[in-house]
């Protein structure tokens, strides 16, 4: 799957549908990830207590996982064994509307990995896995398991899964519309003319697409 979160993100608003993660990146260049997701919800623990979660035994190799912590930046909801034990299951990488820790061994395992901030803090006694495979809002954006995940330098889009073959499609010929505006300026074109010329300026208009 080679079309990009910038095209996704285009594509979707073309349609008029939210997905793009604001706030969430890249923990180090060159990462990329696409697949369906596996959702997991964390909340603040109370007097019953609870844990950080075993849930990676149950993520299916070749899944995205997206950890919602209500965007939290005060302790960690991801560490070096998680990263180094979903490498060894195959899980395609992890998104995380919160923080991580141990980005050094993510990186050792080549275990790529998103979130809002990195910080060193257990969330261990602070958070509690509230809900696996259960749907998670973030950044105004309803996510169901199973919905696709896409992931690169520029952060994550979440693309419903009833949607992924027709969001692909218009993203694949976003791509296609701005790789001949740069073969045509790299002819002699300008860009305003390049760009007129292929429809550069509508390529994001909301359209009916129905």
Known sequence: MSVSTA???????????????H?????????RVAG????????????????????LDDVPAGAVILIDNAGRTDCTVWGGIMSQTARELGIAGTVINGTCRDVAVAA?????????????????????????????VVDGVTIAPGDILVADDDGAVAVPAARWEEVRGIAQRIDDVEEAIVEAVRGGATLAAARAQHGYHSLQTRKDHS
């Open 7 to 21: 095209s996704l993100s285009d594509a979707l608003d073309s349609l008029g549908l939210p997905g793009s993660l």
């Open 23 to 31: 706030g969430i990146s890249a923990l180090r260049p060159g990462q």
């Open 36 to 55: 369906p997701v596996f959702t997991v919800t964390y909340e603040p623990v109370d007097g019953t207590g609870g844990t950080v979660g075993d849930f």
């Open 108 to 136: 050792s395992a080549g275990y790529p990995l998103w979130s809002v901030s990195k910080f060193m803090r257990t969330g261990k006694d602070r958070v509690r896995v509230a809900a696996v495979q259960a749907p998670v």
